[in-house]
């Protein structure tokens, strides 16, 4: 009996390098960043690097949008004709309709599919993708590996420091007092994806302490867990990242890191030169 051939999709928000992609032929649907209402293909017509240079030097609206239901039709009716099935991994829904709208579009298509809401984003997600297809690979079927993947997505941690309070200000997230106050005092929110929800977990005075908080979470996820590699996120600030990863190096010298661009859909909100920690414990 042949082995079911299984497509895997996922989002743009899933931060997975080209090299990957190609070499699992993972279908990535764009999501859309809205530039006062000219709307452009994150990773397609736009990286995360040049939105991010776009909001430091212009004025005006920045938002995003989930990829429309048609998109994801035309993308399943392809996929039917050379697979059996799909998995697809998708950002929290409570942060995007993507993920509704890849369910109903597969409906639509008369394409069986498995959906997965990741409940993340970014480092997080890409995980969950990569260990799906080593399962797959290790001859797990697909409701296995759904039920795997649904308790590892519990396990993914990504802890955001925003430079300032401007673009949540602007994203109604924090109100105008509130933001005014944090630039007098120098208080950096630390925001984090729990639950498929983003929440402010705290708040510190200086970037140094916020770093110092959230690798202390790390630390403390150390103690019960097996975490193979920690991602440094940055919106476009290239030093900041550096020195994150640098006092992660000095705290875990062991561990190992990777440096990403953080995913548009987050940065519009948290605003350039936010930095954050990502991993995943298993």
Aim: include cysteine.
């Amino acid at each position: 009996m042949n082995k079911p051939k299984v497509a895997w999709i996922t989002d743009s928000t899933s931060s997975l390098n080209k090299e990957l992609i190609e070499k699992y032929n993972i279908h990535v649907v764009p999501l859309n960043v809205v530039i006062n209402g000219v709307s452009f293909k994150e990773t397609v017509d736009m990286t995360e690097e040049e939105l991010y240079i776009r909001m430091k030097t212009e004025e005006g609206s920045f938002q995003t949008s989930q990829p429309s239901v048609g998109e994801f039709v035309n993308l399943y009716e392809k996929l039917k004709e050379d697979y059996d099935y799909g998995i697809a991994i998708h950002a929290s829904s409570k942060l995007s309709g993507t993920y509704n709208t890849s369910l109903m579009a597969a409906e639509m298509a008369g394409f069986p599919l498995y959906g997965i809401d990741s409940e993340t984003g970014s480092f997080g997600l890409g995980q969950l993708i990569q260990k799906g297809i080593k399962l797959h690979e290790q001859g797990f079927l697909a409701e296995e590996i759904v039920l795997q993947l649904n308790k590892l997505k519990k396990n993914t941690r990504i802890f955001l420091i925003p430079a300032n309070l401007e673009q949540l200000h602007k994203s109604g997230r924090v109100s105008g007092s509130q933001k005014l106050l944090a630039c007098l005092f120098n208080i950096k929110p630390i925001l984090a994806i729990e639950d498929g929800k983003a929440t402010i977990k705290d708040k510190v005075r200086s970037h140094k302490k916020a770093h110092t908080w959230v690798i202390n979470q790390l630390k403390e996820d150390l103690k019960n867990h097996s975490i193979h590699t920690v991602a440094i996120l940055h919106a476009n600030d290239f030093e900041k990242a550096i020195e994150l990863e640098q006092l992660v190096k000095d705290e875990l010298p062991e561990m190992e890191t990777v440096t990403l661009m953080l995913i548009s859909v987050a940065g519009v909100h948290t605003g350039v030169s936010t930095v954050g920690l990502s991993w995943v414990c298993e």
